[in-house]
């Protein structure tokens, strides 16, 4: 059974740091697509960071660029997120999530919609104060 366990929220000031982790149990966690997203109230949930576990492919939401680097552990089966310089719009439940890599001819492919994820975690909070 897939389980994702997230940690590490918080509430900070502008400007600090966090670092959010997730446990990843269940699978062949080192090939699949691994992706961090947020989500504020009702609204959409949103891409903030993805990453091919069998791969060093990542990429990035623009707001998030230069900020946040998503990185893993291997021998511990865990997604991290570390977000620096952190700001108010920045606060949302942040959850992580798994779903399988897509074949384009040769080329592995992670795409970024809520679709192509079919595990999530619980989520954790993340909040920052100006």
């Known amino acids: 059974q897939v389980q994702l366990t997230e940690s590490g929220g918080g509430s900070v000031q502008a400007g600090g740091s966090l670092r959010l982790s997730c446990a990843a149990s269940?699978?062949?966690?080192?090939?699949?697509?691994m992706g961090w997203f947020r989500q504020v109230s009702e609204e959409e949930r949103e891409l903030v960071a993805l990453?091919?576990?069998?791969?060093?492919?990542?990429s990035y939401a623009d707001s998030v660029k230069g900020r946040f680097t998503i990185s893993q552990d291997n021998g511990a089966n865990t997604l991290y997120l570390q977000m620096n310089n952190l700001k108010p719009e920045d606060t949302a439940m942040y959850y992580c999530?798994?779903?399988?890599?897509?074949?384009?001819?040769?080329?592995?492919?992670?795409?970024?919609?809520?679709?192509?994820?079919?595990?999530w975690g619980q989520g954790t909070q993340v909040t920052v104060s100006s």
């Open positions: 990453k091919d576990t069998g791969s060093s492919a990542t």
């Open positions: 269940g699978y062949k966690y080192n090939n699949h697509c």
């Open positions: 999530a798994t779903g399988p890599v897509h074949w384009v001819g040769i080329a592995r492919r992670c795409y970024n919609t809520t679709s192509d994820f079919n595990y």
